[in-house]
């Protein structure tokens, strides 16, 4: 494995044609990554989850470097059959194969808005062995600063797609976002795989400033045999505002990090997830909400369904710095297992050190109660329907945590939910 | 200079240590010693050799260190692995052959071995050290065809028995210190309850560690078979000393179709002084078998002493219906460590399990509840309950909770829930406005807090476990 990497990083920085000083960088990276190895379940944070397992039982042969992530020709406009549905203006951004093709922002004012598209990386402050991959490999860094007291009037769509011809690559992407001061963005992840086989290492970086507010949602709903891993890791200064909501169906295996880090008093953080899993899928959310100062407030809820054999795990950690007095921190998982051979793992984790908080976590898994099935039937609503109607309830908790009305009707309408 | 150690003495009022003469293993770990410790109690061939085969085990383990609260190496080569009082070369047969200074030491911890003066229900088998001291009520014990003995003598008397369950639910090869203790135990109490009787008593075990730079290795073996009850106690104590003490003990418990178990410890080793210099390495595995159809184990612990309580008393629920609980408080003050749970495996239909723990943090201390609940494919309709609530006193200390939660099957039901707060200042106020001073109120408070698990314990250990409540926490206010 050591040999083929590395002759995949000489042709990757071939390719992209970097600076000495980018080089250096990428390579120190890489020898953390060799060093460490893709995560095993011997590390706490992958317990439920032996990446390394994963990645060699359904790849062969990974792939670092793949020149149709390069193919020029291909610039791509988007598939139509991407949205079945009626979307809302938006603003766009479309990248291919981890590489960034279109950068519309036509309903923004672009003095308010840097954008930087490069080749060249920054290293990234995660010590993580994944993140080391993405630092070496990704091929596209790009970076968007909101500035002082812009709020965008629409939302952006990050379009990500993976074409056919790729398969069992390793494909890294990196994307840095900062809010300056009173800004306000809202961002939609959506992915859309026709690929197969491959690796997928993201890492968004969010610096969110005073008096900010980021709405961060992630939609992976199409079906796919690709392997995710998708980084967030978010700084919160003072009195700012981050809201998340996963959407979690799509791919083989996924796992979706979100790392919030409250460091100013007034910060809070809001995440929400919907984890619907059938066949053999396995998906993970972990977060890691830190409170390292006074008066701020987290917010956790997540819900799972689990059909045929597949398998959910949720891992969630509050952590309360002993300075962190006044924290308010809130942490619940749900689940239902449909079928006999599914399986959800939690590990709702608190680690405080300081004594005028209030903090609590609550974990249930278990089936859908018989009690409310035969209400419904008694009806006159079959049993599908029955079973239908409750987990829709179910899930709608999770989605009602959105703020955004316009994203909300869209998620719902991905996920069927017709009131 | 004296009065620096009375000073001492109120502090921890077990921190006495008792001048007595005693053999010792050759320190160090290695096939001699464990050689030693297998001639001096006349074990059979095939003891010694399950010893060594745990010894060569341990060879190629490694020490885990996935837990919360870190400590320095230890040197097991600098330990004893056997100590024991002189005179105990050949058993004494009675109380009157046993050394008086021994007899002393009970007397001071409150633990009286001469029968006639007891006034409670309660048989007594004192460890101290290395060895088993007395066991009392014996002949009452005998007449229901209960065996309550130490674990040396079951191996002579009872062979059999021991053959068949010793190393059955904690096998040798399992962690590092399960197998240390399998390599080197040295004694602990022996309890085997016939079908269908219900003991009449409540049993207990007394550990003491005395001599310095010894280890604690005992290993406690109770058999409930078919029908059974038995509740049995375990009470710690060991002099203040300033390096840190090693204690890595095995308890199994094996309940037979529709016995039930009920094991309480309230444990009260040194915890060190107040700056975190020496105290108890509480390093011990615990783990109960319900093995047979409607079988129950309780696990109840009161954990206030030992620098660092590391532990998780287990329930591996393989019959039908079977079903476990734990009932835990764990109290850390000043530098002590706490790293405490329990795991609950769900292998049979309709097995029960219950969950309620209590941590309590106070000054620069750190409490974790580290939980496992496994359910596992064929354990329909099993059901558990979990509920880890913390209480912090103070801003240098900390609470931890980590609940492992595995679901395999759709017929179950699993609920978890966590919360951790402070004392109120309202609360205090209360109770201050009726007389009561800063210290008893935060006694009444954390009581209060641990009500459900007190309940839990036989009626004498509860008034002690109360009292060690407040002691504990004393000057942690204020």
């Known amino acids: 494995m050591t040999n083929q990497i590395k002759n995949d990083f000489d042709k990757i920085v071939k390719k992209l044609k970097l600076p000495k000083k980018n080089i250096n960088l990428r390579k120190k990276n890489l020898d953390k990554f060799i060093n460490l190895g893709f995560p095993n379940r011997r590390e706490e944070d992958w317990k439920f989850s032996d990446l390394n397992k994963i990645i060699s039982s359904n790849i062969k042969d990974l792939k670092y470097f793949n020149k149709e992530l390069f193919n020029e020709k291909k610039k791509s406009i988007i598939p139509k059959d991407v949205l079945p549905h009626k979307l809302f203006e938006h603003n766009k951004i479309v990248i291919t194969n981890g590489i960034v093709d279109i950068i519309d922002f036509k309903y923004e004012d672009l003095k308010k808005i840097d954008i930087i598209n490069t080749a060249e990386n920054q290293s990234s402050n995660t010590k993580q062995s994944l993140i080391y991959l993405n630092s070496a490999f990704n091929t596209n860094y790009l970076k968007i600063v909101i500035k002082k007291n812009y709020s965008l009037n629409k939302s952006v769509i990050i379009y990500n797609f993976t074409d056919e011809k790729i398969n069992s690559t390793n494909i890294n992407q990196r994307l840095d976002i900062i809010l300056e001061e009173n800004s306000r963005l809202n961002l939609i992840n959506f992915f859309t795989d026709y690929s197969s086989n491959n690796f997928i290492n993201i890492n968004h970086e969010f610096k969110v400033e005073k008096d900010s507010i980021l709405k961060n949602y992630i939609i992976d709903s199409k079906e796919n045999s690709n392997i995710k891993y998708f980084n967030n890791n978010i700084d919160l200064n003072q009195n700012s505002l981050v809201e998340n909501f996963i959407l979690s169906t799509g791919s083989k295996f996924i796992k979706n990090e979100i790392i919030c880090n409250l460091k100013e008093k007034y910060s809070s953080a809001f995440i929400s997830g919907i984890i619907n899993l059938k066949s053999n899928q396995q998906h993970e959310i972990k977060t890691n909400v830190n409170h390292l100062t006074e008066n701020t407030k987290s917010y956790q809820l997540i819900k799972s369904i689990l059909n045929e054999n597949s398998k959910g795990v949720y891992q969630g950690k509050i952590f309360v710095d002993s300075k962190a007095q006044k924290t308010n921190g809130y942490q619940l998982s749900k689940a239902i297992l449909l079928t006999e051979n599914a399986e959800f793992d939690a590990k709702p984790e608190l680690e405080i050190y300081a004594d005028d908080v209030k903090c609590s976590h609550g974990s249930t898994s278990g089936c859908l109660d018989e009690n409310s099935i035969f209400y419904l039937m008694s009806r006159g609503i079959k049993r599908k329907d029955a079973e239908k109607l409750l987990i829709n309830g179910f899930i709608m908790d999770a989605v009602e945590k959105i703020t955004d009305l316009e994203i909300k009707k869209l998620i719902k309408e991905i996920m069927g939910i017709i009131e | ?478």
């Open chain 2, 1 to 478: 200079m004296r009065e620096k150690e009375l000073e001492k003495l109120k502090e921890y009022k077990y921190g006495f240590s008792t001048d007595i003469e005693s053999i010792k293993a050759p320190k160090g770990l290695n096939e001699k010693v464990i050689k030693f410790i297998s001639n001096i109690k006349k074990e059979p061939k095939w003891l010694l050799e399950w010893r060594l085969k745990a010894y060569e085990r341990l060879k190629v383990l490694k020490e885990p260190d996935w837990q919360k609260p870190k400590y320095p190496k230890i040197n097991y080569q600098d330990l004893y692995y056997y100590s024991a009082p002189k005179s105990f070369k050949e058993k004494p047969k009675s109380l009157e052959d046993l050394d008086p200074k021994l007899l002393e030491t009970y007397k001071k911890l409150g633990i009286p071995l001469q029968e006639q003066k007891r006034l409670n229900n309660i048989a007594v088998d004192a460890v101290f050290d290395s060895v088993s001291v007395a066991t009392t009520f014996k002949e009452k014990l005998t007449e229901k065809g209960i065996i309550f003995c130490s674990i040396g003598e079951a191996v002579q008397k009872h062979p059999n028995l021991v053959k068949k369950y010793l190393g059955s639910v904690i096998p040798i090869n399992d962690h590092y210190f399960a197998t240390l203790n399998s390599a080197v135990f040295t004694d602990g109490s022996f309890v085997y309850i016939p079908e269908g009787v219900k003991c009449p008593m409540e049993l207990s075990t007394y550990f003491r560690i005395n001599a310095s730079d010894t280890g604690q290795f005992e290993r406690t073996l109770i058999i409930a078979d078919k029908g059974s009850y038995v509740s049995y106690l375990e009470g710690c104590t060991a002099p203040m000393r300033d390096e840190n003490q090693l204690h890595a003990a095995n308890v199994e418990l094996i309940a037979l179709d529709d016995a039930e178990i009920k094991y309480s410890t309230v444990q009260n080793w040194y915890p060190g002084d107040k700056d975190g210099k020496g105290g108890i390495y509480n390093f011990v595995t615990k783990r109960g078998l319900c093995k047979g159809k409607n079988s129950k184990i309780s696990w109840t612990q009161v954990e206030t002493g030992s620098a660092i309580t590391w532990k998780y008393p287990s329930c591996i629920l393989k019959g039908d219906n079977s079903s476990g609980e734990f009932y835990s408080i764990a109290i850390t003050n000043n530098y002590q460590k706490a790293d405490t749970g329990t795991k609950m495996i769900h292998l049979g239909k309709n097995t029960k399990s219950k969950i309620i723990s209590k941590g309590i943090s106070a000054g620069f201390a750190d409490n974790t509840y580290r939980g496992l609940v496994d359910i596992n494919r064929n354990a329909d309709n099993s059901r558990n309950y979990t509920q880890c609530d913390s209480l912090l006193i103070g801003n240098k200390c900390g609470a931890h909770t980590i609940p492992y939660i595995k679901n395999k099957n759709s017929l179950t039901n699993l609920e978890h829930e966590a919360t951790t707060s402070k004392i109120s200042d309202e609360q205090l106020f209360y109770c201050n406005q009726r007389g009561l001073n800063q210290e008893e109120a935060v006694s009444l408070i954390v009581n209060g807090f641990c009500k459900e698990v007190l309940q839990q314990l036989p009626m004498e250990f509860a008034v002690e476990a109360q009292k060690l409540v407040g002691i504990s926490l004393e000057g942690s206010v204020g």
